[in-house]
């Protein structure tokens, strides 16, 4: 692996299992600091290649804030996400609001 990561801070929702965790084990691999949030953050926690994992609802501002909040105090300022949270909302695109998207 390279280091094209190198000194970088990645956030990864979703990042507890499937996609979200091979994304963070290659993030990790590639010298980036991972901060991790999911809703059970806890297999994250297990593997050890984030540096960060917290368990959290991405749908719930608030704790998006004091996520995000904390990534900044702790690692730094995001320099990548990866948004691998999976959310579904029926009904037509177009008719939807920036919040219910």
């Known amino acids: 692996m390279n280091a094209r990561f190198e000194g970088r801070t990645v956030v ?3 990042g507890g299992q499937g996609i979200g965790a091979a994304a963070v084990r290659r993030f990790a691999a590639e010298g980036a600091r991972v901060a991790v949030l999911d809703l059970d953050a806890a ?15 991405c749908t719930a501002g608030a704790a998006m804030e004091d996520f ?3 990534v900044e105090a ?13 959310q579904s909302a029926r009904g037509e ?9």
Do not use: I, Y
Request: charge should be neutral; charged fraction near 25%; proline fraction near 5%.
């Open 43 to 57: 297999e994250a926690r297990r593997a050890g290649h984030a540096r960060l994992a917290v368990d959290g609802d």
């Open 12 to 14: 990864v929702t979703g």
């Open 74 to 86: 702790e690692l730094g300022p995001p320099d990548v996400l990866f948004n691998n949270v999976g």
């Open 93 to 101: 695109f177009q008719a939807k609001s920036m919040n219910q998207l």
């Open 68 to 70: 995000f909040a904390r």
